[in-house]
């Protein structure tokens, strides 16, 4: 007979995992999200299961770091998201696909063991690296649907050419990368799958860019020094988490909606999670647009202009995030409400709860402290910001070698 303590421990694995295996359609009540991540983060505190829980406070790395056999169960990465991308399984279900051959000399019949040949193909596919590489991307990637990259095991730099572009497609993790130097491209023919390739204009030079794509997920890169932006989201994307990323040296960080009038953007849901937004940025961490953001327990140690930006009415609910204001005396405000007369931004709804505000940073609410937008802008239980520093400690891409913990 199974002792009691078993019982509990599959009860609360089954409890993860339902949410998936029932659906992975968008997010229709964000107050769902909250109370299943509080009860998934409560749960697994209180019962202490030492092979489930590092003890680190980050939920996300507390879910699988703790395995020393995570290279064998690699797929497991994708149960423990958190946030309104939760449900991005990217490749989970599919076979794994070894990248062995960093080269990308052909963006229209790329070759069988490339980076560029795996991301266009049809079937769910978790895309691993035989080895370190420096991948320089001839044109932007065009990810397929059901895809994860994970560059754990690896040294893995997208660097020197164009980037990753999540366009028109769902379920993707991008995990581990280091993604750096990204560059305009486009005016080129480009494959996005076996039986389809088209002409590109040309592209920005984001890092990532995410372009009416839904449930996705980023976590644990490393992003600096790119044409346009790190991380951008436009045109209807939603259903995002952005989570334990090192981002550094870059001056427009992240743009979340498209434009003011791009109305489209206002169901855009995005989670901004336990980042390090380090040396040399500038603005937008991120600037958002229209639809509901929580930046929740993340570390600012450096901004020049300002930290959370945003126009056209966005919610913007900051929780537990640790804010370090620069010394320059005319750059302390963590916010910039941009585009409008006060008497207009005065009603969006931005929020300040438990953030850590430090050197002189503040924070500038407006609209309606408990406003109902709130509940369409949570997505997870904050920590405390005392814990910022011990949360984000190992953000970026991860030293993650076979055989011992990551």
């Known amino acids: 007979m199974a002792s009691p303590s078993m019982f509990l421990i599959a009860t609360f694995l089954f409890c993860l995992l339902l949410p998936t295996l029932i659906s992975s359609s968008p997010v229709q009540d964000p107050e769902l999200v909250v109370g299943e991540v509080q009860r998934s983060i ?37 149960d423990c998201a958190i946030g309104f991308g939760k449900n991005a399984i990217g490749g989970r279900d599919g076979k794994i696909y070894v990248v062995t051959d960093s080269s990308d000399d052909d963006a229209v019949n790329p070759k069988p063991g490339t980076l560029r040949y795996a991301v266009v193909q ?44 999540v366009q028109f497609v769902t379920n993707i993790i991008i995990h581990g990368l280091n993604i750096h130097d990204c560059k305009q491209g486009g005016n080129a023919l480009v494959r996005s799958s076996p039986s389809h390739y088209g002409w590109r204009t040309v592209s920005d030079g984001d890092g990532v860019s995410i372009f009416g794509g839904t449930h996705v997920w980023v976590d644990h890169c490393s992003l ?20 334990n990323n090192y981002m550094t040296h870059h001056d427009k960080v992240m743009l979340l909606g498209h434009s003011d009038s791009y109305t489209e953007d206002k169901n855009m849901q995005v989670t901004i999670a336990f980042n390090h937004f380090g040396e040399g940025l500038v603005q937008r961490m991120p600037r958002c647009r229209h639809g509901y953001f929580h930046v929740v327990n993340n570390d600012y140690t450096h901004w020049e202009m300002y930290a959370i930006g945003g126009s056209a009415s966005p919610t913007i609910n900051s929780q537990g995030n640790r804010f370090a204001a620069p010394d320059e005396r005319f750059s302390k ?74």
């Open 122 to 165: 049809d079937e769910p596919l978790w895309i691993i690296f035989a080895r370190d590489m420096v991948i320089k991307l001839k044109e932007e990637l065009i990810m397929n649907s059901f895809k994860t990259i994970d560059g754990r095991g690896a040294s893995v730099h997208i660097a020197g050419g164009p980037c990753i572009t």
């Open 42 to 78: 409560n749960n697994a505190s209180r019962r202490n299961l030492a092979y489930l829980s590092c003890g680190s406070g980050n939920p996300i790395d507390d879910c699988w770091r703790c395995d020393p056999d995570w290279e064998k169960n690699r797929q497991r990465l994708a």
């Open 224 to 243: 600096s020094n790119c044409a346009d932006g790190l991380i951008d989201a436009i045109h209807g994307s939603s259903a995002i988490t952005i989570s």
């Open 333 to 406: 405000e963590v916010t910039k409400h941009e585009d409008a007369p006060e008497s207009e931004w005065r009603n969006w709804n931005w929020r300040s709860d438990g953030d850590l505000l430090l050197n002189g940073a503040f924070f500038t609410p407006s609209g309606a402290g408990a406003s109902s937008s709130y509940a369409r802008a949570s997505s997870l239980s904050a920590r405390p910001s005392s814990l910022v520093g011990t949360i984000t400690v190992t953000s970026g891409a991860l030293n993650c070698r076979k055989g011992s913990r990551c």
